[in-house]
């Protein structure tokens, strides 16, 4: 089949995550990968930007890994892991992801990370219903805070659009204010962003009544909402506010987990234990479907401490999926065994340090985040003193981002939202664990050669 005819073919028959016809018009369809590299239907090669979307951090083409599958299929392809029945290899998944993530306790998994969000929001309210505290339900968001797109998950997710077509939110959901320190509003003059960012949290519990509120949730860095970095006061602060006000503390750790902030988990970076920690996309590198919730010994005890008739009663088909459990073992052998966790940190490094020395001195590079893995940011704006955003039908975001994928790389962009204090046009970067100092180079290279050709050198 020709490419226009599958283009045609996928425009007639298949509906997109964040569907419309105008993205597909000229589509990439994807045949192959390996390491850092993708190739389209038509044979172009492209650096992944993105790992996917967040997700594929051991690289593409791994035989390993599709090796693990095939063999636990072979042995048992799927077995239910509802109660009363288990398999080895999610005995054996749990039991690593408990060693790896800090004062954990127990784990329960789900096939993604929507799934695993609204896992922990259903068992926050569930904890405190055992403890006899049925009123605290409600479950605080943050602005540009993403969650995923089921009832549940959107409604906590910060970013309006997501709401725009599919509301009202679910009731029971409130958002405040994230740590953004470029576009925060509201400091007072004693206070840092990170300060300030905390007491808006402290506020809200406080407005809404402590006895309400069941938890809070937060990205340790913000990923799909524009790589937002907190300052380090932040976190620590949000951990003494929580539980002052017995708020569960959730760490979405979707995007940030299994090495992608030089650390297993970006909580670490601070010292800071959640209460439920919610994961998925880099469990297994995106080769099979997986997530879940690691949580404290306190939730499980209170999934543990009832009469069956008011058991824990929440649960997915395929959760412990023994094929995806098997793959995510061995993932995380991979990245153990490549060192993968200390790549990410050294090439976060020469990443964020590169895209310091491209745009520094550009007159519509507005911010500049990274330095904490592979997770980094440029937030470009009209005019640097003032943070004026570019109008948005000028569509300054894609067009970066079409500019990149003619050079040869894909990545996401996220387009200008609005006027200041709305973020600005965003290039977005989270390559493999695998990628290497010349890969780096490659891909703020070419980001350079598309400012210029869409927002000129700036000198």
Not at 51 to 75: F, P, Y
Not at 84 to 99: D, F, H, N, T
Not at 127 to 134: E, L, N, R
Not at 189 to 213: H, K, N, Y
Request: overall charge negative; some cysteine.
């Amino acid at each position: 089949m020709s490419t226009s005819d599958l283009a045609a073919a996928d425009r007639q028959y298949q509906i997109h995550s964040l569907h419309h016809p105008v993205d597909l018009t000229d589509p990439l369809i994807y045949v192959r990968g390996h390491g850092v590299t993708v190739w389209d239907v038509e044979g172009k090669d492209y650096i992944d930007g993105l790992s996917g979307l967040w997700n594929v951090n051991v690289g593409h083409g791994r035989t390993e890994l599709a090796d693990a599958a095939a063999a636990q299929m072979k042995k048992l392809a799927y077995f239910s892991g509802y109660a009363g029945s288990s398999s080895i290899p999610s005995i054996a998944l749990a039991q690593r992801l408990v060693e790896i993530a800090p004062g954990m306790d127990s784990v329960f998994f789900t096939s993604g990370g929507a799934e695993a969000n609204e896992s922990a929001f259903k068992t926050a309210r569930y904890y405190w219903k055992v403890q006899g505290k049925s009123d605290k339900i409600k479950i605080i968001g943050r602005i540009h805070g993403y969650h995923g797109v089921t009832l549940q998950a959107m409604s906590a997710t910060g970013i309006a659009p997501y709401w725009k077509m599919f509301g009202p939110l679910a009731p029971g959901y409130l958002h405040i204010p994230t740590c953004y320190p470029y576009r925060f509003e509201g400091a007072r003059s004693d206070e840092t962003v990170g300060q300030a960012a905390a007491r808006a949290l402290e506020e809200a519990i406080l407005r809404e009544g402590p006895s309400t509120v069941a938890a809070l949730i937060g990205e340790p860095i913000h990923g799909s909402g524009g790589v937002i970095y907190p300052t380090d006061d932040y976190w620590p602060l949000v951990r003494e506010i929580c539980t002052r006000y017995d708020v569960l503390l959730i760490a979405d750790e979707i995007i940030t987990g299994f090495g992608r902030t030089g650390r297993w988990f970006a909580l670490e970076h601070w010292n800071v234990k959640p209460d439920i920690l919610s994961f998925a996309k880099g469990v297994t590198s995106g080769y099979v479907p997986l997530g879940g919730i690691v949580m404290t010994q306190k939730i499980r005890e209170s999934i543990e401490s009832v009469e069956p008739a008011n058991r824990w009663m929440h649960g997915y088909t395929n959760s412990g999926h023994p094929t995806c459990c098997a793959v995510a073992l061995k993932n995380i052998e991979i990245i153990e065994r490549e060192g993968l966790i200390e790549n990410s940190k050294k090439m976060g490094e020469v990443l964020f340090r590169a895209l310091k020395d491209t745009f520094d001195d550009h007159p519509n590079a507005g911010d500049i985040r990274g330095g904490t893995g592979l997770l980094a940011a440029v937030e470009f704006v009209e005019d640097r003193e003032t943070k004026r955003n570019f109008a948005t039908d000028r569509k300054i975001g894609s067009r970066l981002q079409a500019e990149m994928r003619k050079r040869g790389v894909v990545t996401r962009t996220r387009p200008s939202a609005g006027n200041h204090p709305a973020q600005g046009d965003e290039v977005l970067f989270a390559p493999p664990l695998i990628v290497t100092e010349e890969e780096i180079y490659r891909l703020v290279s070419v980001l350079r050669e598309a400012v210029e050709a869409v927002l000129g050198s700036g000198s």
